[in-house]
């Protein structure tokens, strides 16, 4: 079935170092993809999304990668920061049809300051 | 509103109870989600409305949730007989139209606790 996943659920980084989570997802239908920030307490706040007619796109401190052939999604935050600390999700989407989302498992993000 | 607003924030309900929980989308947004969080872990998909189409339900746990959304705006999940294992923060999203801007916005959810 469709399945949207990540590699690690717990991730921690130092200050001021590069942080990169990972995505998996199984549905190459999927034509829209988009990372979320979770802080404690809180809901899921957009970071960045991107297309699948892309494969690069940046943001302020943030970049996501997608790579087709693997089916594979990356959010890369630079210069790591303690307020960076929660849980991060990626999500897809099929534009075509209607807009249900489906989210991964989520990553944990501790930064150490 | 600027955002997606959620009531109650936090609710606590003796088991057997029956629970309303509100979303007051984003102004002009048309697509409305329902997902459920259950603590450390991820979004559970609970039910989509878009627009006057019939929504989807596809994802409600059991006949004890439902959902409506009146006029096309404010929605409302209501839980039947509340047991434990509803305890889960319920949280709404809502976005433009199919064909627009994609992302979905959250609300900040309703934290609900059986006991």
């Known amino acids: 079935g469709e399945s949207v996943g990540l590699h690690l659920p717990t991730l921690s980084v130092q200050e001021g170092d590069n942080s990169i989570i990972n995505c998996a997802y199984s549905n190459s239908a999927s034509d829209y993809f988009i990372w979320y920030k979770q802080e404690s307490g809180k809901g899921p706040q957009f970071i960045i999304d991107i297309r699948s007619n892309m494969d690069k796109r940046q943001g302020q401190r943030v970049t996501v990668l997608l790579n087709k052939t693997v089916k594979h999604l990356s959010l890369q935050i630079a210069a790591t920061q303690p307020g960076d600390s929660a849980v991060y999700f990626c999500?897809?989407?099929?534009?075509?049809?209607?807009?249900?989302?489906?989210f991964g498992t989520g990553t944990k993000l501790q930064v150490i300051p | 509103g600027a955002g997606v607003s959620q009531s109650p924030s936090n609710k606590v309900t003796e088991k057997g109870k029956d629970v309303e929980l509100r979303c007051d989308p984003i102004?002009?947004?048309?697509?409305l989600y329902w997902y459920r969080q259950s603590l450390g872990q991820g979004l559970e998909f609970l039910i989509y409305f878009q627009g006057n189409s019939a929504p989807d339900k596809s994802g409600l746990p059991s006949d004890r949730f439902s959902a409506e959304r009146t006029g096309g705006s404010v929605s409302t999940l209501t839980i039947q007989r509340t047991q434990q294992e509803d305890s889960a923060v319920y949280l709404c999203?809502?976005?433009?139209?199919?064909?627009?801007?994609?992302?979905?916005?959250f609300g900040e959810g309703s934290w609900l606790t059986v006991v």
């Open positions: 999203a809502s976005s433009l139209p199919q064909g627009t801007q994609n992302t979905i916005y």
């Open positions: 102004s002009g947004h048309t697509a």
């Open positions: 999500a897809e989407k099929r534009t075509g049809g209607y807009q249900k989302v489906t």
